[in-house]
């Protein structure tokens, strides 16, 4: 059986900073690692699935798009609040056993919403996807980092975060393709079947894993807010996600301004975007523990850049596929470049860090999606597009100049 990460015998040693019954690695568990990052990916393939689905989701629940188009919003909603308060309502529950019991949840979810008969059932079901997606997020953070070595912090939580970074670039295209082929229904008891079976897999793999010592209670949510940087860090955190989002959001209206575009052109743009992300995520884990400091810049610079550069040259074919493909790159790597930035602030308050991190990136993706369709609707594309970029430019200065040491 696998044994808990604390206590630990060698080749562990105590944390010579002296944090409480903080432990360092001298090797990463890199098989619990890779379930973390299929576990996450399954539960982030089950957000995204409504949006390719919402024809057939609206037309069998007698229901509006846009009305079924929510089921996203709930998620996000629930997973602002479930990521940084699951170690507070379990403050002393094996972490192993919490992230079992998180990927069920998700797992009903997806069941529950193949079952639904009705509006208002989708919508439960939805909520506990997100409050299960969120908490599980935000502990796959601070448990990638425990399970990691220091000098492996950023290469570790880049894998992790391969799951939903692949999912959030793949569920649209995917959940499409699906859809053509079979009943919506189908797809999602696929998914509540398979992430049971990856439930098991943690059981099976992962180490006891006990509550960090600085991980219960809202008091240490205040208290890591409180240490120098970390509110500068998720401001710029949460501006370059929402300048992502307020343009991803609507991704097809902006692709629909290139000129001479077909359905197979557009939806190759699109493959584009996701290989991009995948490539910005790889890369980055290879960079990031030695260079975090240029790419607390670089990466938000990416995407702030590119979103510009399709409003602003929309006519250039040959601009249009870069802008995308850098886009994506990205975003792809901005999860593991935040991640990474927190465990060196605060590598021993990683559950309310992470937690913090999830909070931040739900909320944006709520409001940017929001405040898209209000410019869009009220001002234009063009318009939209700028605010976006221009939200992302200032999101990269401000989390670049955030504090990176305690």
């Known amino acids: 059986m696998a044994e808990g990460i604390p206590p630990m015998r060698t080749p562990e040693r105590p944390d010579p900073a ?53 089921a ?4 996000a909603l629930a997973g602002f609040v479930a990521g940084p308060t699951v170690g507070i309502l379990f403050p002393r529950l094996d972490r192993r056993t919490l992230l079992v019991l998180l990927a069920v949840a998700a797992a009903l979810s997806s069941a529950l919403v193949a079952l639904s008969a009705s509006y208002v059932m989708l919508l439960v079901a939805r909520l506990l996807l997100g409050a299960a997606l969120g908490a599980f997020w935000a502990m796959s953070i601070a448990i990638a980092a425990r ?32 859809g053509s082929v079979m009943d919506w229904r189908l797809i999602f008891a696929a998914v509540a079947v398979l992430t049971v079976l990856v439930g098991f ?15 219960g209670g809202f008091r240490s949510l205040g208290e890591t807010l409180r240490i120098p940087g970390i509110r500068q860090g998720l401001t710029g955190h949460m501006l370059t996600v929402l300048g992502h989002f307020i ?11 290139v000129p001479g575009l077909d359905a197979a052109a557009i939806a190759l743009l699109l493959v584009v975007f996701g290989v991009g992300g995948v490539v910005g995520n ?36 040959w601009v249009v596929i870069t802008a995308m493909t850098t886009w994506g790159i990205g975003f792809g790597a901005w999860l593991t470049t935040l991640s990474t930035w927190m465990g060196r602030v605060v590598p021993d308050r990683m559950e309310s860090g992470g937690g913090l991190v999830v909070a931040g990136f739900q909320l944006a993706i709520a409001v940017g999606a929001g405040i898209g369709g209000l410019l869009i609707d009220g001002l234009g594309v063009v318009p939209a597009l700028t605010i976006a970029a221009a939200s992302a430019l200032a999101g990269g200065v401000v989390f670049g100049t955030a504090r990176t040491t305690r």
């Open 282 to 317: 790889l890369v980055i884990g290879l960079l990031v523990d030695r260079h975090l400091a240029v790419l607390r810049f670089v990466v938000p610079a990416l995407i702030g850049t590119s979103i510009a550069l399709l409003a602003a040259l929309p006519g250039q074919h």
């Open 18 to 70: 002296g944090a409480a019954a903080t432990v360092v690695r001298e090797h990463t568990a890199w098989a619990s690692i890779l379930l973390l990052m299929l576990t996450s990916f399954m539960l982030v393939v089950a957000e995204f699935l409504p949006p390719s689905l919402l024809p057939a989701m609206s037309a069998a629940l007698g229901i509006t798009e846009g009305q079924a188009g929510q």
């Open 247 to 257: 343009a991803f959001t609507y991704i097809l209206l902006v692709i629909a301004r």
């Open 72 to 75: 996203v919003t709930a998620t």
């Open 201 to 215: 897999a943690l059981r099976a793999v992962l180490p006891q894993i006990s509550p960090a010592p600085s991980g």
């Open 147 to 178: 399970l990691s070595a220091p000098h492996r912090l950023g290469r570790a939580i880049m894998i992790v975060n391969t799951g939903p970074t692949a999912a959030t670039v793949a569920g649209v295209p995917v959940g499409t393709y699906l």
